[in-house]
């Protein structure tokens, strides 16, 4: 049995985003670096991943304090090979090191057509979404591979043992006067923090997503926050097994960096992604009717009858903007368990407790 739900408030983005940028100013950050921390927490929980906004703060504090991240680093690019470009990510805070990976590569690819990029050793790059946008708007396509290198807590088909991370992926088509097509998951049925969100909330999971220690079907979110620990379970049985491998070639080997196995895996706070991103300028090829034929064909898949008791058709990346919308304007819902875990976290990281403050409703709108 889950605990009794926990009450939950709703913050506005501007409050929020000023909260979060003092955490960072107060560890230690450099303005820059605090803005881009905010402003992709804060978009996650605007397009409604709570498991990738504010919620990762004490997470990063953490790993902070033991030296698995570092403040104001940089992305460094170690191998130019023209189309294709290595970078290095320090273990800087993924927010500045992912923007900085997309910068490069997005001026390659507007150079050359194509780029690929494989970023390695980047603390926790967030919503990969968030990356394949800066593309998007700079014109331009993308697809990202993405490891989560030593965090183990995904099962292969057919095992028990966690093996592999909740290794994300990526796609995006920039779209002529209307929002991109963002398609954007983890390999896992629901992402690690979704179980987070959900434990804290005192709220169980969907099924097939988690295992128990015995490898037996779990909606309980406990089995990966208390011992003994469960794991999650790949979507779509071989087809999200397959491309969480994958993911962890592309990304992990590939890319420069290291895979999950015995000697990579992380036992603190940190969070060590990869990522191999191929960005490309629609425009290179010889397509004059691509956007023509995109809509073309948005309006085939709308114009679907509704199956019985069927969801409204939505394209890749609509939820996230309806979720935006309704937030901007009523605020992001934050739980007690989880503000308290925020509240600790900023003063850890040396916010002054007067400007930390005492309870979410003191936040409320
Ligand atoms: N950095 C990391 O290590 C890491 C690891 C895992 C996940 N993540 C991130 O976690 C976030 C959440 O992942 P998730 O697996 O929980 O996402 P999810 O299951 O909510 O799926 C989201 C994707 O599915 C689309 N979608 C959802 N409902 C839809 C519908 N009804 N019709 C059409 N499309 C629909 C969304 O537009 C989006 O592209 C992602 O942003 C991912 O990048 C990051």
Not at 124 to 148: K, Y
Not at 196 to 223: C, F, M, Q, W
Not at 241 to 268: F, K, N, Y
Request: charged share 20%; aromatic share 6%; proline share 6%.
């Amino acid at each position: 049995m889950s605990a009794i739900p926990v009450p939950e408030v709703r913050i506005s983005a501007d409050k929020l985003h000023v909260y979060v940028r003092r955490i960072f100013e107060s560890a230690g950050s450099l303005a820059r670096e605090a803005e881009l921390v905010a402003d992709h927490l804060i978009a996650a929980n605007l397009a409604g991943h709570d498991s990738h906004g504010v919620g990762m703060i004490p997470r990063y504090v953490a790993a902070l304090g033991l030296q698995e991240l570092q403040l104001n680093a940089h992305a460094r690019v170690v191998r130019d090979f023209g189309a294709v470009l290595t970078v290095e990510g320090g273990r800087g805070l993924g927010q500045v090191i992912a923007h900085e990976a997309m910068a490069h590569g997005i001026e390659r690819a507007r150079k050359l057509g194509i780029a690929a990029v494989g970023l390695r050793d980047s603390h926790h790059i967030g919503r990969i979404g968030h990356w394949a946008e800066q593309c998007a708007r700079a014109g331009l396509a993308s697809f990202h591979f993405v490891n989560v290198a030593g965090d183990a807590f995904v099962a292969p088909l057919g095992g028990m043992d966690r093996r592999f991370g909740t290794n994300p992926f990526c796609a995006a088509f920039p779209r002529a006067g209307q929002p991109p097509l963002v398609l954007d998951f983890a390999t896992s049925g629901i992402a690690f923090g979704k179980t987070r969100v959900a434990y804290n909330k005192g709220e169980t999971v969907g099924p097939g997503n988690l295992i128990d220690h015995t490898g037996r079907p779990s909606i309980e979110p406990k089995v990966m926050h208390e011992p003994p620990f469960g794991a999650l379970l790949p979507f779509g049985g071989h087809k999200g097994s397959g491309l969480a491998v994958m993911c962890e070639i592309l990304a992990g080997a590939m890319a420069g960096g290291v895979t999950t196995h015995e000697r990579t895996l992380v036992t603190g706070s940190g969070i060590i992604n990869g990522m191999m991103s191929v960005i490309v300028d629609p425009q290179a090829f010889d397509a004059p009717d691509a956007q023509a034929e995109t809509e073309a064909f948005v309006e085939w898949i709308r114009a679907t009858r509704l199956a019985p008791d069927g969801d409204p058709i939505q394209l890749p990346g609509e939820p996230e903007r309806r979720r935006q919308t309704e937030r901007a304007l009523h605020g992001i819902p934050v739980d007690a368990t989880t503000w308290e875990q925020i509240r600790c976290a900023a003063l850890t990281a040396g916010m002054p407790p007067e400007e930390v403050g005492r309870r979410t409703v003191d936040y409320a709108d």
